[in-house]
Structures are given as structure tokens and as C-alpha cells.
């Protein structure tokens, strides 16, 4: 990873993931103990979840490209000096 935040970029990278172990293990344990019909509700809760994670994402996303500066167009002498 390039750049001055790469390390933290990776190291928020591998807490979601031990997050994503322990919430998924934690939802696993609760079928046995609320019965099998706990099942599809569990997984309906967190297809909910994704999708809810997904539209923010994408929201967030939208706005990111529409407060992007348009890039200039390369000055052609420079453009010549590297070709």
C-alpha cells in the first residue's frame, strides 16, 4: 500500500475483519439457542444489513465523484517532453 496512511489503511483492514468473525460468530450461536426458526430471521437481518451498508457506500461514493475536481488537461509541451 502506497501512500502516508498504507499502514493504517491495513490495520483498519484487519479489524473489520476480526469484527466480521465476531459478529458472524455470535449470530451463528444464536439459532441453537432460540430454535431453527431463528435462522431465516437471522439471515434476513443481515441480508438487511448489507444492503443498508451498500446504499451508504454507494452514496458516499456519489457524492466523493461529484466534489472531485475535474483534472486539467496536460500542458502538450510537457506532454512531448516525456514522450
Known amino acids: 500500500m502506497a501512500g502516508p496512511l ?6 483498519l483492514n484487519a479489524s473489520a475483519i476480526y469484527a466480521g468473525q465476531a459478529v458472524g460468530g455470535g449470530l451463528g ?6 430454535g ?3 435462522l431465516p430471521l ?3 437481518g443481515c441480508v438487511l444489513a448489507a ?8 452514496r458516499s461514493a ?4 461529484a466534489a472531485a475536481p ?4 496536460p500542458d502538450p509541451a510537457r506532454v ?3 514522450l
Open 6 to 11: 498504507g499502514a493504517v489503511v491495513l490495520s
Open 29 to 34: 450461536g444464536l439459532p441453537p439457542a432460540h
Open 36 to 38: 431453527p426458526s431463528a
Open 42 to 44: 437471522g439471515a434476513l
Open 51 to 58: 444492503l443498508v451498508f451498500l446504499a451508504l457506500s454507494a
Open 62 to 65: 456519489r457524492r466523493r465523484t
Open 70 to 73: 475535474a483534472t486539467p488537461d
Open 80 to 82: 512531448r517532453q516525456i
